[in-house]
């Protein structure tokens, strides 16, 4: 059973800074790409944010030089750090990451979702 449990988040105001961190556990053979995506109020899910194994980052244009990716793969987590917060920026934020695991000598791959955590942004 693989999960992915998030941390960080909550009430901030604009202009200020905020992280969140997201572990993976469980029977884990390897982590392609992790990832960040949020969900504004009353708006569909979007990506905010990935990063390859190999270090890669993508954002998306509305976080860009303002938000931070990283992980560290020793502890299957990956990290948002956030800055220069904005009203918009208020959403439910979603990791993600692409999973191998070993079944039966086979590996599968999928997507998991963490939990979801709130972020705030008073104006």
């Known amino acids: 059973q693989v999960q992915l449990v998030e941390s960080g988040g909550g009430l901030v105001q604009a202009g200020g800074s905020l992280s969140l961190s997201c572990a993976a556990s469980?029977?884990?053979?390897?982590?392609?790409?992790m990832g960040w995506y949020r969900q504004p109020p009353g708006k569909e899910r979007e990506l905010v944010t990935t990063i390859t194994s190999g270090g890669g980052t993508n954002y998306a244009d509305s976080v860009k030089g303002r938000f931070t990716i990283s992980r560290d793969n020793a502890k299957n987590t990956v990290y948002l750090q956030m800055n220069n917060l904005k009203p918009e920026d208020t959403a439910v934020y979603y990791c993600n990451a692409e999973i191998q695991t070993k079944v039966f000598n086979s590996l599968s791959t999928r997507a998991y979702w963490g939990q979801g955590t709130q972020v705030t942004v008073s104006s």
């Open positions: 469980g029977e884990i053979w390897s982590i392609n790409a």
